[in-house]
Nanobody, 120 residues
Framework: QVQLVESGGGLVQPGGSLRLSCAAS????????IGWFRQAPGEERAGVSC????????VYADSVKGRFTISRDNAKNTVYLQMHDLKPEDTAVYYC?????????????WGQGTQVTVSS
């Protein structure tokens, strides 16, 4: 069992930066891959990035490559999503999840989400 809590969202101007955190409870945190997903109004939830537990291998959606960086600190049971050069199209509720693979269907544990709004 893993419980996840996101934080770090907010309002930022285009070109700005934010760092999202995903704090996990549960002794099995290090067993799972952790993914970040986002959902904009009227759109389906989409994968942003994920990081594998065994080797920290990470994957990014094409839309965020070069701008977002995912990292994990197993000692703190926390995964971060550093976001730079934010664009209005990055506006969404961001969720972290624990599971496997790159698709949302592979993730069984979800946080409540944190709102990111990119606007001038």
């Amino acid at each position: 069992q893993v419980q996840l809590v996101e934080s770090g969202g907010g309002l930022v101007q285009p070109g700005g930066s934010l760092r999202l955190s995903c704090a996990a409870s549960g002794s099995t945190f290090g067993y799972y891959s952790i993914g970040w997903f986002r959902q904009a109004p009227g759109e389906e939830r989409a994968g942003v990035s994920c990081i594998r537990s065994k080797d920290d291998r990470s994957v990014y959606a094409d839309s965020v490559k070069g701008r977002f960086t995912i990292s994990r600190d197993n000692a703190k049971n926390t995964v971060y999503l550093q976001m730079h050069d934010l664009k209005p199209e990055d506006t969404a509720v961001y969720y972290c999840a624990a599971g496997w693979g790159t698709a949302a269907a592979g993730y069984g544990y979800w946080g409540q989400g944190t709102q990111v709004t990119v606007s001038s």
